[in-house]
């Protein structure tokens, strides 16, 4: 029975990762894969879909939707002032046209560590990035993996971030969101060199090759309408990551929800001369939750599926056997996380499912939490940015209009190569560091 149910569990991510490629809902997805892991775990579907399903989706949310709300608000300011097509703008600037993919990979990841939701930056930024491919006559191709690492690497788990992953690590393993600075910082350089590096590569063997822009229906130019200045679009994201992070008193100014929105606030104020249409701030705030509403609703229902596998048999042999498989313990930590992550299809709810249990079982081990905490982090963003991953499958079919078999492959070098890297990284350092109390 417990073979069985190990190979259910590989069997629902199969259908996670068929079901997304062929774009099915997330929820026609995340059920299937459950009742997949239910029947051969040995557990009824009642249980599985009504109790465990149910459980694991009301929980996610219940524990995040303050943080996901603020940060699509935050996002909301920035899609109607310009603000995100501002801060990109700035970066091309600065690094000139030759460089811009990588402005554009570098100012993405800036407004992710504000706070900024990534779904929205991926709409804001993609047809900025449109211009720039067309006249660098660079592969369209290329594109949501760049939006993909901007969003996914680095500014996602990286210290200070303000985006919901970085504040369920911070709650998780007791730790705040600046938490194992050195080791962190070191892990973020590491994947920043790497997507910079993979990028050139990819860049130069497409020019070699004669590969150029190819343009689609899709690809309407941009308007001309005038943009913030990019310097002060730049200023609410500078006052969200200092009031979620500074401390008076050993605590900080204000929690990650409510220093995102206090940064909305300050985008809207700052930038709402420049409001693109006609329609009332009130009503674009209700937008703002509703997109929240939809986020978060996928992620939990991703979350769910790993509450369901969890339930199973196969998952607490495959948890002990990896705990307990000797050698660094941050690996079969890195493991024990890239299972529950790739299951669920996404860093955010794997990591909230899993990071309790592994922070109890190092925890009693006597290892340092933090450390531990960013290892889980960073490998989520491995094994959650598989094909199955929503964010993933959103921006290749929903923004880019392409598909897999052209995009997925920039995605996979840009953002999960450059998180494995990361966690490699990050664990020769602590283990020279000293990862016990």
Not at 6 to 30: E, T, W, Y
């Amino acid at each position: 029975m417990t073979a069985v149910s190990i190979i259910g569990i590989f069997l629902g991510l199969a259908v996670l990762i068929f079901c997304s490629m062929k774009g099915l809902s997330v929820f026609i997805s995340a059920l299937l894969a459950s009742v997949v892991i239910a029947l051969t775990g040995g557990i009824s579907l009642e249980s599985a879909l009504l109790t465990d399903f149910m459980t694991g989706f009301v929980n996610f949310i219940t524990g995040n939707f303050m943080v996901f709300a603020a940060g699509a608000l935050m996002g909301k300011a920035y899609e109607i002032t310009g603000g995100a097509k501002a801060v990109a703008r700035l970066f091309i600037k600065l690094f000139t046209v030759r460089f811009a993919p990588y402005a554009i990979f570098l100012a993405i990841v800036v407004m992710t560590w504000g706070g900024i939701a990534g779904f929205v930056l991926a709409f804001s930024v993609f047809p900025i990035a449109v211009e720039i491919f067309r006249e660098a006559d660079l592969p369209r191709s290329m594109i949501p993996g760049i939006v993909i690492a901007g969003c996914c690497t680095i500014s996602s788990w990286g210290p200070g971030s303000a985006q919901p992953v970085n504040n369920i690590y911070a709650t998780n393993f007791q730790t705040s969101l600046m938490g194992a600075p050195v080791p962190s910082i070191i892990m973020a350089v590491a994947s920043l060199l790497v997507t910079c590096l993979l990028l050139a590569v990819l860049i130069g063997r497409a020019r070699a090759r004669g590969k150029g822009f190819v343009a689609t229906k899709w690809d309407v130019p941009e308007s001309d309408a005038a943009l913030p200045n990019g310097i002060l679009a730049l200023i609410p994201l500078v006052v969200a990551l200092v009031t979620i992070n500074v401390k008076v008193n050993g605590k900080a100014i204000l929690p990650t929800a409510f220093g995102i929105f206090v940064g909305a606030v300050v985008a809207i104020l700052l930038m709402f001369r420049h409001k693109s249409d006609d329609k009332a701030l009130v009503a674009h705030i209700g937008d703002a939750f509703q997109n929240a509403l939809t986020s978060i609703g996928n992620t939990a229902a991703m979350a769910a599926v790993g509450t369901v596998a969890q339930s199973v048999v196969g998952f607490s042999f495959l948890l002990n056997a990896l705990v307990g498989m000797g050698g660094n313990p941050l690996i079969s930590a890195a493991v024990c996380a890239g299972l529950i992550c790739g299951v669920t299809g996404g860093a955010t709810g794997g990591t909230s499912l899993i990071g309790p249990t592994l922070a109890g079982i190092y925890g009693d081990m006597g290892l340092n939490l933090s450390m531990v905490g960013r290892i889980v982090n960073a490998t989520g963003h491995v094994t959650g940015t598989l094909p199955n991953c929503g964010f993933i499958n959103t921006t290749i079919t929903g923004i880019a209009h392409d598909t897999y078999s052209a995009c997925y492959k920039y995605s996979f070098a840009f953002c999960t190569l450059a998180n494995l890297c990361a966690v490699i990284v990050g664990i020769i350092v602590m283990s020279i560091m000293g990862f016990y109390i």
